[in-house]
Every structure is written in structure tokens, then in C-alpha cells.
């Protein structure tokens, strides 16, 4: 398995496998209001997936994103940083490398869905290029009520 090549004196970005998912869970359980299963975590090693992931020295789990390809579209399934590491840009090197692996695979758009109130996210991804494509109302559980999901491409066939 070929690794990619960036590494910087804080982390390395590393191809994650499926014994990483209990360190993936980890981070997600504590990033998330509402995270992914260690079930759901685990189904995303198969062909269609790539889960990539930030090391630091002491070569444990800061953060990780989780990618599907089919044909020539990606989609970005997750991407979670551990809070106490967040702020260090590590989201924004992990969207690049999602970003620059698609470009790669010869992939048109790639796209996402985020919840409305993560403005965060939604600041980094309209900064990278994304724009909102659609809305999905009522998607995510929120407090015993529910909030839209907005969906965002980035468009690589320029």
C-alpha cells in the first residue's frame, strides 16, 4: 500500500486501515453530537473507500476523513478532528488531501452534506471552493427535533 507523502513536524497523513476504527470512533464519539457507529466506521474499508488519517509523533490518531468513489464522483462521508487538536488547521490539510486525491482519480466534484448549524465546517468548505448545492430538510436529529442538511460540490473539471 502506497502511503501518501505529506508529512509535517506536527502530524503525518497516513492511509488508515480497519484496525484503526476504535481510534477513529474515539475521536468521532467526541467530535460529534450524533457520531458514527464503530459498525459504520468499519464498513468504510471496502473498494469504494479511502479513510485517511493525521498522526502526530507520538504516532496516535488527531483526526481522520473518510471518502467514497464511484466513478468519477467522490464524496466526502466524514471528516473529524479531535477537539483538542482542533483550530490547528488539520481539517483544512485533510480536505485539501481529499481534495487533491480526487483530483488524482480523475474525479469531477467532489461532494458533501454538513449540518446547517456547523459553521465552522461550512466556512471551510465555501473557503476551499465548495458551494451549496441543495438542502435536505430535517435530516440530522437535533435535541429531540431536526436540522437540514446542506449539500455542497466543489467542481474539478475545470
Keep these: 500500500m502506497q502511503y501518501p507523502q505529506y508529512m ?21 464519539e467526541r467530535a460529534h453530537s450524533h457520531p458514527m457507529s464503530a459498525g459504520n466506521l468499519a464498513d468504510c474499508f471496502g473498494r469504494l473507500y ?6 502526530n509523533q507520538e504516532n496516535q490518531l488527531v483526526g481522520f476523513a473518510i471518502i467514497q468513489q464511484i466513478v468519477d464522483e467522490v464524496t466526502l ?6 477537539p483538542a487538536m ?16 480526487a483530483k488524482d482519480a480523475e474525479a469531477v466534484v467532489v461532494m458533501l452534506e454538513v449540518r446547517e448549524s456547523n459553521l465552522a465546517a461550512r466556512a471551510l468548505y465555501r473557503q476551499c471552493g465548495f458551494i451549496e448545492s441543495g438542502r435536505r430538510k430535517g435530516y440530522y436529529p ?17
Design 50 to 55: 479511502r479513510a485517511f488519517g493525521l498522526k
Design 142 to 158: 437535533c435535541n429531540g427535533a431536526a436540522e437540514d442538511a446542506l449539500l455542497m460540490d466543489l467542481s474539478l473539471s475545470c
Design 8 to 28: 509535517t513536524e506536527h502530524v503525518q497523513l497516513v492511509y488508515l486501515e480497519p484496525s484503526d476504527v476504535s481510534h477513529m470512533l474515539s475521536i468521532e
Design 86 to 101: 482542533q483550530g490547528k488547521g488539520y481539517g483544512r490539510l485533510l480536505l485539501n488531501n481529499v481534495i487533491a486525491f
Design 77 to 82: 462521508i466524514d471528516i473529524c478532528i479531535d
